[in-house]
Every structure is written in C-alpha cells, then in structure tokens.
Nanobody, 120 residues
C-alpha cells in the first residue's frame, strides 16, 4: 500500500503547478483522501478532502478559488491544480488517507511528499 506524490517544483509568484498523487495497493475511490501541506516550522494542515461518494471540501479559505482537487478513479490518481501561487504556499505537499469512506480527519497514512517553493 503506497501513495506517491509528484509535481512539486520552484515556481514564481502568480504561477501554477499541478501535483499528482498515485495510489498503489488499494483503490482510492473507496476512501476519503485529501491534500495536506506542511510549511517550514509549522504543523501539517489539511487543504482538501474528497470522500468515497465524491463530496469535496476545501478546508482553508486561503486556497479556495485557487486550488482545485480532482480524482481519476480509472488511474487511481488524485491531482491538485494550484493557480495564482503565493510565497506563503511554499510547503511540502502530501496526499493522505485514514482509510475511512467519509472523513479525512485524523489522517495517518501519507506519501513521501513533494516540495513546492514559490519564490521570485
């Protein structure tokens, strides 16, 4: 069972990135899964969650309207399209699940993370 995040990079303010999270060993569509991030010196925070019934929530007002999550059940992949990036978006981004169908709260299973750095 594994999650692998890809797509992190150095990008200028105002730029865009698309992160992906590939799952192996289990089918994402049966569980709630989300995107999280951890900035230097800060705790990991939840950004978004999609449930097994495809209900989608964005936890942080600072990313609403700029970040869009989607899930491709055929590819067993989760993506995060990030637009209008700001320096404060700099963090390691993770996908994670707790193998629950409806909640991302208390997520405990993570990928290795991918670094996003927003800087000029």
């Amino acid at each position: 069972v594994r999650l692998v995040e890809l797509g992190g990079d150095l990008v200028q303010p105002g730029g865009s990135l698309r992160l992906s999270c590939a799952a192996s060993g289990f089918s994402m569509k049966h569980y709630a899964i989300g995107w999280f991030r951890q900035a230097p010196g800060k705790e990991r925070e939840g950004l978004s969650c999609i449930t097994s019934s495809d209900d989608m929530t964005y936890a942080d007002d600072s990313v609403k309207g700029r970040f869009t999550m989607s899930r491709d059940n055929a590819k067993n992949m989760l993506t995060l399209q990030m637009n209008s990036l700001k320096p404060e978006d700099t963090a390691v981004y993770y996908c994670g699940t707790r193998f629950d169908t409806e909640s991302c709260t208390d997520t405990y299973f993570w990928g290795q993370g991918t670094q996003v750095t927003v800087s000029s």
